[in-house]
């Protein structure tokens, strides 16, 4: 525990939050990625998210393994996904107001069911520790690397790929850009979307699960500070493509752990300021990338925001 | 009388009328003290909230009185409804809002309308001649349990770092972090003590990254005042440093690791307030104790604490036992290099000037701003 790093205690921190940090925002902005692709808005993702959390640790401690809460977080966040999925093929149904409410009914469930599991304490998510070849313990800390980001990863290339090659990637963007031309083609429109919306909902389960299970790794009912909700803002930064919502939530998280960090080496004053860093980044991104006319150029046609 | 008419006053105005046909007076029996627990996050988060908690569930098991709880109100005009329904609808006469930000404006607000009611609050914000006198103030010296913390902190680090996780610059967190160097320089003067605030009383993610900007920073004994110490303590048990809690026992979360913390003690004391009330007595609108008046107490030492750190943290404690210990005393600058105070100057524990506290001291790197 010793070795002073100076300021190059800022970077390594940096990467060592992107790594943590990020795994949430990954997680959802891909499941939300793969919704908006369909042609669908899903802003309960924060409720799916918590609700996750609370069912991955409930069901990890009940079980002893963290892996099983994995599943059942994924399993929830699926059947919310359903859920919302199933009510927005009716006629008249305003898929925004229902993902709100959405939201909060994963929110109110998720502190009701639970109560019982603030206190005990559930296994952790295993981690790889990638910083082997260091004998700085800061660069080995920064570098213990949990198996869930690495999926992830995994997941933002393969979701790029599948949309981009796969016959299944296109029946998606069809139905995203345009119903109509979806049907012509003889493609049911509301049973991707039932799909895409669900595969989302999982997705964002297992990023609650990543919270209660690994970074912090313990449930409380303060434990998302609206991961969720930014993570639905970084899909629409990262313009509906899932290796920029890998960048964009790497991003995030590292932005997230400058506040702490600059604390450390000194900067003292003003940390306030710090702490809006990763908001600040984002409006700038979004100001230096955007010109007049093509901001939703990428965005799929049938998105309620769009049309 | 005036209320906002929300869902819960609605209620509680129909269910009064339904009661009123049907009782024809006061029952016979005597009615039971109704007292109102307010907590501003969950009742069981090994921190602040379980402390009270802990205290409400003492209360509880008293003869003649009835104890309501409502968790997770925000310091919002959520606080005054619920204060309100307490009053209204269960007939809460005794009320313990117990969140720092509860006070100003929300318990100013309503007691005035309810010269009746008692509103007791958790912190050293009441003044006689602004506030009302139904309202009163009790507060423990916790800092002397940081200080105590600070002593076996500081025969532990191998670093002559330690580091604090803070949420807000106020008063009373000051306090605990000043206390919390000094104690340990009690051990080692070369001892610095890293402090990060988060800026929320609970923020999980952020405590997370704090903790870990710390243990980065080679801090290998680290301590907090957060709502919710539970991440901070197996975070950095994780990261492999010691730790010392804060508001309630947490050596269950990391019971090697966990050298002693300082807790709050709110059972005896809301017992004892409880007590006043049933005997017909108002209790006094400033309270004030510490580990003599048994308002704090220490967690039992891990198994961490060396022999030399034992005997000096027990002789310490039997010190401060006596009463009137000086933790802030001269010569003392704060880390501005200001004159804090001279040499031999010396603030009590229950010197009144402690609770508008705005400096580090020496050694503390951090700043309040």
């Known amino acids: ?91 008249g149904v305003n898929d925004i107001a229902m993902g709100i409410a959405l939201m909060l009914l994963g929110i109110g469930l998720a502190f009701f069911f639970g109560k019982p599991y603030i206190q005990p304490v559930a296994p952790d998510l295993p981690s790889i520790p990638f910083g082997f070849w260091s004998d700085v313990p800061q660069v080995q800390a920064a570098l213990q690397v949990n198996v869930l980001f690495l999926v992830g990863v995994a997941l933002a290339f393969g979701m790029a790929w599948m949309l981009r090659n796969t016959a299944l990637g296109l029946r ?36 609650g699960a990543y919270l209660s299970l690994y970074y912090p790794g313990s449930w409380n009912e303060g434990l998302s500070s609206g ?81 | 009388m005036s209320f ?22 006061r029952a016979l029996a005597a009615d039971p003290l109704t007292v109102g627990f307010i907590y501003v996050g969950p009742k069981d988060d090994f921190g602040y909230n379980q402390a009270h908690a802990e205290g409400a569930a003492a209360v509880k098991a008293m003869a003649g009185v009835k104890v309501i709880e409502e968790e997770n109100v925000p310091e919002t ?22 969140s720092f930000g509860y006070f100003d404006p929300h318990i100013l607000e309503v007691a005035p309308k309810y010269p009746d009611i008692r509103f007791q609050h958790a912190a050293g914000l009441w003044s006689a001649d602004k506030h009302p006198m139904n309202v009163g103030s009790y507060f423990g010296y916790i800092g002397m349990g940081q200080f105590l913390n600070g002593i076996t902190a500081g025969h532990a680090t191998t670093s002559k770092k330690i580091g604090f996780v803070a949420a ?28 990060i605030f988060t800026g929320e009383w609970s923020l ?54 966990y050298l002693t913390g300082a807790e709050w003690n709110w059972a005896d004391v809301y017992t004892g307030m409880v007590q006043t009330v049933l005997d017909g007595g108002t209790i006094d609108n400033f309270v004030r104790g510490g580990l003599a008046d048994g308002f704090v107490k220490m967690s039992p ?53 402690l609770e508008s506290m705005d400096y580090l001291v020496e050694g503390v790197i951090g700043s309040t701003s």
């Open chain 1, 1 to 91: 525990m010793s070795g002073d790093l100076g300021l190059w205690a800022v970077p390594v921190a940096m990467l060592g939050g992107a790594i943590r940090v990020s795994t949430p925002f990954l997680f959802v902005s891909l499941g939300e990625c793969l919704t908006e692709r369909s042609g669908r808005i899903n802003l309960g993702l924060e409720g799916t998210l918590t609700f996750g959390a609370m069912a991955g640790y409930a069901l990890a401690f009940e079980s002893g393994s963290a892996w099983v809460g994995v599943g059942a977080a994924a399993a929830a966040g699926a059947g919310f996904g359903a859920f919302h999925g199933w009510i927005c093929r009716f006629k």
């Open chain 1, 172 to 207: 998606i963007r069809v139905v995203g850009d345009s119903t109509e031309a979806a049907r012509a083609i003889g493609i049911a429109p509301d049973r991707v979307q039932l799909w895409a919306t669900a595969a989302g909902g999982a997705l964002a389960g297992v990023a």
């Open chain 1, 227 to 307: 991961q969720g909700l930014m993570a639905v803002a970084l899909v629409i930064f990262a313009r509906w493509n899932p290796v920029l919502c890998l960048f964009a939530a790497l991003l995030f998280g590292a932005a997230g752990a400058l506040g702490p960090a600059l604390q450390t080496v000194g900067f003292t004053s003003g940390y306030y300021l710090f702490f809006a860093a990763p908001y600040v980044l984002t409006l700038a991104l979004l100001i230096f990338t955007s010109t007049p006319g093509n901001a939703l150029d990428s965005a799929p046609g049938e998105l309620s925001i769009t049309k």
């Open chain 2, 4 to 25: 906002r008419l929300d869902r819960r006053s609605l209620l509680a105005s129909t269910a009064a009328m339904g009661a009123t046909a049907l009782l024809p007076g």
């Open chain 2, 77 to 98: 005009v959520d606080v005054q409804s619920t204060m309100e329904s307490m009053i209204q609808f269960d007939g809460a006469t005794l009320l313990f809002p117990t």
């Open chain 2, 168 to 195: 807000k610059p106020i008063p009373q967190v000051l306090l605990n972090i000043n206390s919390f160097l000094l104690g340990a320089r009690q051990v080692d003067p070369e001892i610095t003590c890293q402090v």
């Open chain 2, 204 to 257: 999980a993610v952020k405590e997370a990254e704090a903790t870990n900007a710390l243990a980065d920073q080679g801090c290998d004994v680290i301590t907090c005042h957060v709502d919710g110490p539970k991440v901070v303590m197996e975070t950095a048990a994780g990261r492999g440093a010691f730790v010392c809690g804060y508001h309630a026992n947490q050596s269950p979360l990391a019971p090697e690791k």
């Open chain 2, 301 to 353: 030492l891990g198994p961490a604490v060396s022999d030399a750190a034992r005997a000096q943290f027990e002789a310490t404690r039997a010190e401060i036992m006596k009463g009137g210990y000086s933790v802030i005393k001269g010569p003392l600058k704060d880390n501005a290099g200001n004159v804090i105070a001279a040499e031999g100057q010396a603030f009590a524990e229950d010197d009144i000037a």
